[in-house]
């Protein structure tokens, strides 16, 4: 049988025709070219898989789009982050109809949200943790004259030093715990099961998860307003206005939330109101709780040190 492959005659003697493409140097020459979908390996047709949606490479991936394409995410005011807060301003129940409807390409995943007021009330704590250290400190070292607590004090600071210094570098370790993950867990949670009994009460039935994106979208707004106004309010007032601007914030927004979700009458707004002070409540005791138990952790490490 003849071999399958032939010479060229216009080729050099001994080199055969080679019935296959020629593979690129590098694999990344081959984006622009690809046959298939890498998302799901369909055909590709168009700009766009007709199976999965996703946007197919043209070119090589450079920096300039990528960043367009991630201010485009945060800043459009027709879809993404821009666009829910500026809705949550405006209509915070009914981003959280919306989104239950099936109205979600517009908005950020709830979720998505609260991990964005999180990350903000991180910043917030890293730019304003001077003034609240100097806040625990003057409240520590004024408790530290009094009489009762003159020999605690004195004993705990043979053990861990400074004592006002060391409480504060721990309240502050434990704010940030408690907005990494604790305001998901001790808030959001405890919110959204609250919320979804007290209505259930009055005759609005609702799902754990719809009250979750509920719950979601109002903390991830406390978290995000809250970010701006305690920078604020520590300048102007840090220990009075502190402890007022937070628990004022919440109250307005989730009361501005519940219109367009819940009923409006004023037993569905105590139903509201009841469920977000024993999440409140529940949310300030996990910090708390935090806080002891990491100032636990701290002297004993200090004294076996």
């Given at each position: 049988?003849?071999?399958?492959?032939?010479?060229?005659?216009?080729?050099?003697?001994?080199q055969?025709?080679?019935?296959?493409?020629a593979?690129p140097?590098?694999?990344?020459?081959?984006?622009?070219?690809?046959?298939?979908?890498?998302?799901?390996?369909?055909?590709?047709?168009?700009?766009?898989?007709?199976?999965?949606?996703?946007?197919?490479?043209?070119?090589?991936?450079?920096?300039?789009?990528?960043?367009?394409?991630?201010?485009?995410m945060?800043?459009?005011?027709?879809?993404?982050?821009?666009?829910?807060?500026?809705?949550?301003?405006?209509?915070?129940?009914?981003?959280?109809?919306?989104?239950?409807?099936?109205?979600?390409?517009?908005?950020?995943?709830?979720?998505?949200?609260?991990?964005?007021g999180?990350?903000?009330?991180?910043?917030?704590?890293?730019?304003?943790?001077?003034?609240?250290?100097?806040?625990?400190?003057?409240?520590?070292?004024?408790?530290?004259?009094?009489?009762?607590?003159q020999?605690?004090f004195?004993?705990?600071?043979?053990?861990?030093?400074?004592?006002?210094?060391?409480?504060?570098?721990?309240?502050?370790?434990?704010?940030?715990?408690?907005?990494?993950?604790?305001?998901?867990?001790?808030?959001?949670?405890?919110?959204?099961?609250?919320?979804?009994?007290?209505?259930?009460?009055?005759?609005?039935?609702?799902?754990?998860?719809?009250?979750?994106?509920?719950?979601?979208?109002?903390?991830?707004?406390?978290?995000?307003?809250?970010?701006?106004?305690?920078?604020?309010?520590?300048?102007?007032?840090?220990?009075?206005?502190?402890?007022?601007?937070?628990?004022?914030?919440?109250?307005?927004?989730?009361?501005?939330?519940?219109?367009?979700?819940?009923?409006?009458?004023?037993?569905?707004?105590?139903?509201?109101t009841?469920?977000?002070?024993?999440?409140?409540?529940?949310?300030?005791?996990?910090?708390?709780?935090?806080?002891?138990?990491?100032?636990?952790?701290?002297?004993?490490?200090?004294?076996?040190?």
């Open positions: 049988m003849p071999p399958t492959s032939t010479a060229d005659a216009s080729s050099p003697p001994g055969t025709l080679s019935h296959h493409p593979q140097a590098h694999w990344t020459e081959a984006i622009p070219n690809a046959e298939f979908c890498a998302n799901c390996g369909q055909p590709r047709t168009g700009d766009f898989c007709a199976a999965c949606g996703q946007r197919h490479l043209k070119t090589r991936l450079r920096l300039w789009p990528l960043i367009k394409q991630v201010s485009s945060v800043f459009n005011v027709d879809r993404g982050l821009f666009h829910t807060f500026l809705n949550l301003l405006r209509r915070p129940g009914g981003v959280a109809k919306d989104y239950i409807r099936g109205k979600q390409r517009p908005y950020v995943n709830p979720l998505t949200y609260i991990f964005i999180a990350a903000l009330q991180m910043v917030s704590l890293f730019f304003n943790q001077s003034f609240i250290s100097e806040g625990m400190q003057d409240s520590l070292n004024q408790l530290q004259e009094l009489p009762p607590y020999k605690p004195a004993d705990l600071e043979s053990k861990i030093g400074d004592v006002p210094t060391a409480f504060s570098r721990v309240y502050i370790s434990s704010l940030q715990q408690g907005y990494s993950y604790a305001a998901l867990i001790f808030f959001c949670f405890p919110f959204a099961v609250l919320l979804m009994a007290f209505h259930s009460m009055r005759g609005e039935q609702f799902k754990l998860g719809e009250t979750s994106v509920f719950a979601l979208f109002m903390v991830g707004h406390m978290l995000v307003i809250t970010a701006f106004v305690t920078t604020l309010s520590l300048r102007l007032a840090p220990a009075a206005m502190q402890s007022l601007v937070g628990p004022l914030m919440y109250f307005l927004i989730a009361m501005h939330g519940h219109t367009g979700f819940f009923q409006s009458t004023w037993i569905s707004r105590l139903a509201t009841c469920a977000l002070g024993l999440s409140t409540i529940i949310f300030v005791c996990s910090i708390l709780g935090i806080f002891m138990v990491s100032l636990v952790v701290f002297i004993a490490f200090q004294s076996i040190g």
